[in-house]
């Protein structure tokens, strides 16, 4: 059920429960069929509750009205034995047609330490049914924010931390 705030109506796509105690960092980016793809973080049950060094995955869904309901939900990323959680899914649309899932693996995240993580992206050349094995974009120690990524030019994408060119 929609709530209006001004002239928008605003769904919630996923709601935390015992298994999954938050769902954030959400980006979605329609596809060739007419409905939306959706990539979010869904923080897995652990000590942490439902904080920032919960463990994640990157989860997928589909709509076909226009968010009000989300189907298939898959993972598309998955924790490895180096990382604590995986973070900030962020979609884009290739300039080839492909989508870029970007995000991040965190190696070391406990709340006031200095933060490490890895930002990395797979390839999905089908619409987000199936992705490809994961590239590196950068791997040095960061102070890593929540990064959504834009396309500005045919050869250029820009998150908050740099601009990547040839994308």
Known sequence: MGSVFYDLSIY?????????????EASIIEIADGGLLMAWQRHEKSAHGSGDEAPSTIA???????????????TAV??????VNVYSPSLL????????????RYTHLVWLEPIEAEAKYIVSLDEGKTWSD????????LLAINAS?????????????EIIHSA
């Open 12 to 24: 919630t796509a996923r709601k935390g429960n015992d298994d999954f105690p938050r769902h954030s």
């Open 149 to 161: 990524f834009k396309r500005i030019s045919d050869t250029s994408v820009i998150c908050p931390t």
């Open 60 to 74: 997928l869904a589909n709509s076909y009205d226009n968010g009000k309901t989300w189907v298939n939900e898959r």
């Open 78 to 83: 998955r924790m490895d034995g180096k990382c």
């Open 93 to 104: 649309r290739r300039k080839d047609g492909s989508i870029a899932l970007f995000f991040k």
């Open 134 to 141: 994961e590239y590196t974009l950068w791997d040095e120690p």
